[in-house]
């Protein structure tokens, strides 16, 4: 008989975190008695086809240990699984990554022991699925956070070149002020926003299904998981001195209050670079460095997730 739960471990998630915390999760779910098979992946995308495998065969649970990339190729193996008509398995997520931002949008503790233990007292809901096709995938891919295009972007590129000793919200504030000066001259886009056309040069775009990105950056406060609506966050082209403001006031989810800024909501979004290109990320993985446009959309209530 399968265990109720299979445990994905990426190990080099939070720059070795994963690995390390290990110990930890297998005192909490023998603590807990959770009956669990644990694998670590092994490269790039394993996640994807693990989790697959396990929402085919019957697992209760397919928990993803790691960040937000980890989180990402779990769903998206999830979704590959449900897809084809097999999906028997809900998602959960034990957060070691970076910015673990999914998990905190989803309602998941941070601490390790309190999310180990949601495994077994937590309920499990109907979560939105989001969709995004361009860039390096035609074919597109799932997401469960959100898609960063322009500045979020790169600051998340930054990010992931700065040493391992630093992490965290350091390391995006960082690379933030390292972007201002790399990313200044936003690219002229035409977004059609549920059939709304907007043309002008935007600094970033954020499409969110949760609420945070880059661990601080609350690009969609008021988001809700499972209401299939997309939340964006479109930035104007601003001054350098604009983007310094902006960021305590993104940092606490109040940028509405910017002329700057807009927020609509919605199910289908097309993005095309008219002038420039977009650099694209989606739960922190990369779509694209230098993409043309973008297509993204929203599917709701699409897969179970434990949460509080």
């Keep these: 008989m399968l265990s109720k739960y299979y445990i994905i471990v990426n190990p080099v998630a939070g720059k070795g975190a994963g690995e390390k915390a290990i110990p930890e999760i297998k005192t909490y779910l023998e603590l807990f008695d959770i009956d669990y098979d644990l694998i670590l992946t092994e490269y790039p995308g394993h996640a994807i086809d693990l989790a697959e495998e396990a929402g085919t065969n019957g697992y209760e649970t397919v928990v993803a240990v790691g960040g937000d990339g980890t989180a990402n190729e779990v769903i998206n193996g999830l979704m590959r699984a449900d897809n084809k008509g097999h999906l028997t398995s809900s998602l959960a997520v034990l957060p070691v990554g970076r910015g673990n931002d999914f ?101 970033l775009v954020s499409l969110m299904n949760g609420k945070r990105m880059g661990g601080s950056f609350m690009f969609a406060p008021e988001s809700k998981s499972d209401d299939g609506l997309l939340n964006l966050c479109i930035a104007k082209q601003v001054t350098r001195l604009q983007v310094l403001g902006l960021f305590p006031k993104v940092m606490s989810g109040t940028q509405h209050e910017h002329p700057a800024i807009r927020m609509p909501m919605a199910k289908r979004v097309t993005i095309e670079a008219l002038s420039g290109t977009l650099p694209v990320h989606s739960d922190g993985e990369t779509i694209c460095i230098a993409g043309k446009k973008l297509d993204v959309e929203i599917f709701q209530q699409q897969l179970q997730m434990v949460c509080e």
């Design 103 to 203: 998990s905190y949008g989803m309602g998941v503790p941070q601490n390790l022991e309190d999310a180990c233990k949601l495994l077994v007292n937590g309920k499990t809901r109907m979560i939105d699925i989001g969709f995004v096709k361009g860039g390096d995938f035609p074919e597109g891919r799932y997401f469960g956070n959100g898609v960063g295009i322009g500045f979020d972007a790169v600051v998340g590129f930054e990010a992931a070149k700065l040493p391992s000793f630093i992490s965290g919200i350091p390391a995006y504030l960082i690379a933030a002020v390292k972007t201002i000066f790399l990313f200044f001259d936003a690219p002229l886009l035409r977004l059609e926003v549920d059939g709304e056309v907007i043309e002008q040069r935007c600094l």
